[in-house]
């Protein structure tokens, strides 16, 4: 058995990390990568950050742990946010219980609210504040904030931030994430550690057209800043776990730049599948969402904003209680758009709330029509179609969480478009993509390869593996902690990484 500590790092990719390996930029990623096994992790499609962060720590897919996306239709048919909660298959946490072993986890996705566990969970809460609620041992939190003070575990995330704010952000806040998670993993015992980094991809989707752009761009170099801020976080948390620890550096999908922003609702209302209304409270709502949360972000002091942490909880979720968050005319509306990504919706009769498409014949035939008609969907720009492939769940996923799915998932393109977030006043389908609450838009977008770096003792050194799934990490970190796999894992364990025993 083996300790085992997996340092994640939100959409980080290759493409950045290798030629920066190269050029002596990321010394300690380096050092790993000398040392162990490298490849690539396969994100399943959709890309949402609760849907692929679901794969890996339960080690099945959504149509077992029945998580989609962000929020996602309950089955009374309403959105409802995903949580800890919504998890219908037991995390890597839950396999770790009873047996002896400690784990702890640090800022992780879907571990809110937090879980019953041998070890120690510290998750960023709603708000991303850190808060003494956050840490399912309360002494520990006193401990960390009278030895280094407050921090916010997404203090890079960009809601109510400054454009200006990341010439030197990362700077700043990754060294901070690094100290506060170097204390938790040497102030107790541990046998299976996470820890989170959300700068790559918040350098990522706001900065990426700037690494190409001028000289004198002063956000030329904000996501090189990022990446050997994380690269020497890594160092520090690679020393604190010790020699004895196998370290996997891994990302949940990879990034590249964005080509345009979907407004896909816009869209489908031109197809006379949608009709957009006007209500002043949902406008209200959105104004709430987009613009006051962030500005409370981003001029309450911490204390403060830790102490009305509930109100803006309660504030957000009010702001996103219109069951879908769209201002749509649904005695219209047959068909809609919601998430990141791209997930289409029917306004199903006898499903949803005010669902007027009828089930069978006439539901088979509108998925049909909108399948056809998003492939023969052209960038207006290059003329190349914008859509890869249409798939409805029950051709991606199995088990009995399906019928919370969308009803149509795309795979755009070289996942290079994404949604907007924000309505565009232009009418037009592809537009500049904005993120809620942001004053500038988005330039990056994800990428289906991630990435993977293993080495400790009994890993395979210098050695290339390939692409594998999300799917074979959970198998692998049991194995290496000397535990069973298993049977209803969809992955393998991935033996080719490891040191031959005999």
Request: with cysteine.
């Given at each position: ?73 309950g ?10 909660a919504?998890?219908?298959?037991p ?8 047996t002896?072993?400690r ?13 019953e ?12 504040v ?10 520990l939190?006193?401990?960390l ?10 203090a ?116 006379g ?30 204390a ?33 758009s ?32 909108v ?98 799934s ?33």
């Open positions: 058995m083996k300790r085992v500590l997996v340092i994640a790092l939100q959409e980080a990719t290759r493409d950045l990390i290798d030629p920066w390996v190269e050029q002596g930029l990321l010394p300690n990623m380096a050092a790993l990568m000398g040392t162990g096994t490298c490849g690539h992790v396969r994100a399943e499609a959709p890309l949402f950050t609760p849907h692929s962060w679901a794969n890996i720590l339960t080690g099945v897919d959504a149509g077992q742990h029945g998580i989609f996306d962000y929020w996602q239709r089955a009374d048919g309403v959105f409802h946010e995903t949580s800890t919504s998890l219908n298959a995390p890597i946490w839950a396999r770790l219980r009873g002896g072993l784990s702890t986890y640090l800022n992780l996705p879907m571990t809110w609210p937090l879980p566990l041998d070890g120690t969970v510290v998750s960023g809460s709603p708000g991303n850190l808060m003494r609620e956050t840490f399912t041992s309360p002494e939190y006193d401990q904030i009278a030895a280094h003070g407050d921090y916010t575990p997404e890079t995330a960009p809601g109510g931030r400054a454009k200006h704010d990341y010439i030197t952000l990362f700077d700043i806040e990754t060294p901070r994430s690094a100290e506060a998670f170097d204390f938790l993993l040497n102030a107790q015992d541990w046998d299976f550690a996470m820890v989170y980094f959300i700068d790559a991809a918040m350098a990522q989707h706001y900065f990426w057209a700037d690494m190409a752009a001028a000289i004198d761009n002063p956000y030329r170099d904000v996501v090189a800043s990022a990446y050997k801020n994380l690269d020497t976080a890594i160092g520090r948390l690679v020393r604190a776990a010790g020699r004895d620890t196998v370290v996997f550096v891994i990302s949940e999908c990879g990034a590249g730049p964005m080509r345009s922003g979907i407004d896909l609702n816009r869209w489908l209302e031109q197809q599948l949608l009709r957009a209304r006007h209500d002043p409270l949902l406008r209200l709502k959105n104004f709430a969402d987009d613009k006051l949360l962030p500005f409370v972000k981003r001029v309450l002091p911490p403060l904003k830790s102490g009305l942490s509930n109100w803006s909880i309660s504030l957000k979720n009010w702001a996103s209680s219109s069951g879908t968050h769209l201002d749509l005319d649904w005695s219209s509306t047959r068909i809609f919601r998430g990141k990504e791209g997930n289409i919706f029917v306004n199903l009769s006898g499903r949803d709330p005010r669902g007027i498409v009828q089930p069978a014949k006439e539901y088979n035939e509108l998925l049909n029509f399948e056809d008609a998003l492939l023969k969907l052209e960038d207006p720009i290059t003329g190349e179609p914008v859509v890869s492939s249409v798939a409805r769940p029950e051709q991606l996923y199995s088990g009995p969480a399906i019928e919370f799915a969308p009803d149509l998932i795309i795979d755009w393109s070289d996942a290079a478009y994404m949604m907007t977030e924000r309505g565009c006043s232009s009418g037009d389908v592809f537009v500049e993509r904005w993120r809620k609450g942001m004053s500038w838009p988005t330039t990056g977008s994800h990428r289906y390869d991630g990435v993977l770096i293993a080495s400790g003792p009994g890993i395979l050194a210098r050695a290339q593996m390939g692409t594998v999300h799917f074979d990490l959970l198998p692998t970190w049991l194995t290496l902690l000397g535990q069973p796999v298993p049977s209803e894992l969809k992955g393998r364990v991935l033996a080719e990484i490891m040191e031959s025993q005999n």
